[in-house]
């Protein structure tokens, strides 16, 4: 969850719970909203809908791009993708394969996956989940990914977008790319004996580089 979607939900929270019970069941609203949310301000929530928003911030979705066609092989997640918030790599990087994972059973969503990092330009699939908790694209065609509530409108706007900031291995290793800066992310190199274009953290993936050789160079941006 985003600093400002937290101080949103417990923002909520506390007026919610410093009511006293004589009350009408209502709050009121007044305070800017983060981009991702399309409630305008001044509004009057009711408890129930609140409660039910709380629900939705604490339980969000991954998204994954992989590493080769279909959602078998190592991939790179964004955890906790919240509605509307888009999950992207590098427009010098190679088209991936998308998966949604995690999705509570009482959900319906639509995900949606776009040729253009950033969530930009048109959609090159969308798809409803139907009930299922994961949900793959397994065509290598995908920069970015986000999903939506059907039955409420897309948003014309997506919220922040982020990079994936965990890789995992088929052998169940992970590296942490969590709390790298945009130029550090950059930076990340391919392994050494198998030389690319570029030197970014996702084309190095692609490419082959191993959990030891992509955390090797991490450590030593973080020293």
Same mark, same amino acid.
């Given at each position: 969850?985003?600093?400002?979607?937290?101080?949103?939900?417990?923002?909520?929270?506390?007026?919610?719970?410093?009511?006293?019970?004589?009350?009408?069941?209502?709050?009121?609203?007044?305070?800017?909203?983060?981009?991702?949310?399309?409630?305008?301000?001044?509004?009057?929530?009711?408890? +129930?809908? &609140?409660?039910?928003?709380?629900?939705?911030?604490?339980?969000? *979705?991954?998204?994954?791009? /992989?590493?080769?066609? =279909? @959602?078998?092989?190592?991939?790179?997640?964004?955890?906790?993708?919240?509605?509307?918030?888009?999950?992207?790599?590098?427009?010098?990087?190679?088209? +991936?394969? &998308?998966?949604?994972?995690?999705?509570?059973?009482?959900?319906? *969503?639509?995900?949606?996956? /776009?040729?253009?990092? =950033? @969530?930009?330009?048109?959609?090159?699939?969308?798809?409803?989940?139907?009930?299922?908790?994961?949900?793959?694209?397994?065509?290598?065609?995908?920069?970015?990914?986000?999903?939506?509530?059907?039955?409420?409108?897309?948003?014309?706007?997506?919220?922040?977008?982020?990079?994936?900031?965990?890789?995992?291995?088929?052998?169940?290793?992970?590296?942490?790319?969590?709390?790298?800066?945009?130029?550090?992310?950059?930076?990340?190199?391919?392994?050494?004996?198998?030389?690319?274009?570029?030197?970014?953290?996702?084309?190095?993936?692609?490419?082959?580089?191993?959990?030891?050789?992509?955390?090797?160079?991490?450590?030593?941006?973080?020293?």
């Amino acid at each position: 969850m985003s600093i400002s979607t937290q101080k949103f939900t417990l923002e909520i929270l506390r007026r919610l719970l410093a009511q006293p019970s004589t009350t009408p069941n209502t709050i009121h609203y007044t305070l800017a909203l983060p981009n991702q949310f399309t409630f305008t301000n001044n509004m009057v929530f009711y408890k +129930s809908t &609140v409660l039910a928003f709380l629900a939705a911030t604490v339980t969000a *979705i991954d998204i994954r791009f /992989y590493r080769s066609d =279909g @959602c078998g092989s190592a991939y790179g997640v964004c955890p906790n993708s919240l509605p509307n918030s888009c999950c992207t790599i590098n427009s010098s990087d190679g088209n +991936s394969a &998308v998966s949604f994972n995690a999705i509570p059973s009482s959900w319906k *969503i639509t995900g949606v996956g /776009y040729w253009q990092e =950033g @969530c930009q330009g048109d959609a090159a699939w969308s798809d409803n989940n139907y009930g299922k908790t994961d949900m793959c694209f397994t065509t290598a065609r995908y920069r970015a990914a986000s999903y939506y509530f059907p039955g409420g409108k897309r948003s014309t706007q997506q919220g922040p977008c982020q990079t994936p900031d965990l890789l995992v291995y088929e052998d169940g290793s992970e590296v942490d790319l969590s709390g790298l800066t945009e130029e550090q992310f950059n930076e990340v190199p391919p392994p050494s004996n198998k030389p690319i274009n570029d030197s970014l953290v996702w084309t190095a993936f692609t490419a082959g580089g191993t959990s030891e050789e992509v955390q090797a160079h991490i450590t030593a941006l973080r020293l």
